[in-house]
């Protein structure tokens, strides 16, 4: 939690500082890069998590590694490393994707369903939840079987459960 709290504190600085010196693109484009990379390669996260490897071959690395990065993000990365915070590195690229996208006002959504849903269904659903948020929905869909039947919202923090799955386990616990 508290990893999560200081990450998201470098995210906002970093997308104030991108901001600011009006360099938002290519950022975001560096911290899209990060993230792909640590989902990619294993090696990196376990790298920068090492509490074996000094400050300064950590930085070293990562100027290398990253060397066609915008150069406000390689200093961003450095001063995240000589203060001790790179194994939050990949979470503050992530909360720097999602602060930066609440700035434009795009609210992701996942819609998770048994099955793929019906056009007819999804544009109901899409409708309800225009209704709701406030700027943009991002719409993200995924399939998950061990629903049964049924869907369920997300939309930050916000969760709206219609899976047959739920209901019985409500139904379960009502008998027990």
Known sequence: M???????RYAKALLELA??????????????????LAD?????QVFINSPLIQIEKKIAVIKEIFKDFNETTLKFLE??????????MIEIAKQFIAQLMA????????????Q?????TKAEILSKI????????LITEEVDASLIGGFIIRMGDQQIDASVASQLQRMKQQFV
Not at 2 to 8: E, L, P
Not at 116 to 120: A, G, Y
């Open 2 to 8: 508290k990893s999560t709290k200081s990450a998201g």
């Open 19 to 36: 901001l600011d010196q009006d360099k938002l693109a290519p950022i975001e484009a560096d911290m899209l890069q990060l993230i792909k």
């Open 40 to 44: 990619e390669a294993n090696d990196f």
């Open 79 to 88: 001063l995240v490393t000589s203060n001790g915070r790179e194994s939050a």
């Open 103 to 114: 700035h434009r006002g795009i609210v992701p959504v996942t819609i998770i369903s048994a």
């Open 116 to 120: 793929q849903l019906e056009d007819k």
């Open 130 to 137: 225009n209704g709701v948020v406030s700027g943009t929905p």
